[in-house]
Nanobody
Framework: QLQLVESGGELVQAGGSLRLSCAAS????????MGWFRQAAGRERTIVAA????????YYIDSVKGRFTISRDNARNTLYLQMDSLKPEDTAMYHC???????????????????WGQGTQVTVSS
């Protein structure tokens, strides 16, 4: 059973940067497609970025393209989200998720993912 633990969220001013980490244990991280999701207060959980097992392909929602970078280190069983030029609308709880798969694809629907972390809060002040 894959376990995921996020870290790195905090209060930051608009224009600032944060790097989120997601440490995986107890399972097959390197054989899992991974994603970062966020959930703002009173809203649904939605995809932010996704990455294939190998890290060769990535996906971003339009609002974070050019500002966020998803990456992974399979040797360290860790997923990252580098967030630059943060905006107040980026404020949310950020969750990482894993989908074990034999294919080198990324997945963008929350329903595709089998394992979730508890989340880390990102708050961007204006």
């Amino acid at each position: 059973q894959l376990q995921l633990v996020e870290s790195g969220g905090e209060l930051v001013q608009a224009g600032g940067s944060l790097r989120l980490s997601c440490a995986a244990s107890g399972g097959t991280f390197s054989r899992s497609a991974m994603g970062w999701f966020r959930q703002a207060a009173g809203r649904e959980r939605t995809i932010v970025a996704a990455i294939t097992r190998s890290g060769s392909n990535t996906y971003y929602i339009d609002s974070v393209k050019g500002r966020f970078t998803i990456s992974r280190d399979n040797a360290r069983n860790t997923l990252y989200l580098q967030m630059d030029s943060l905006k107040p609308e980026d404020t949310a709880m950020y969750h990482c998720a894993a989908h074990p798969t034999s294919a080198n694809y990324y997945f963008t629907s929350r329903w595709d993912y089998d394992y979730w972390g508890q989340g880390t809060q990102v708050t961007v002040s204006s």
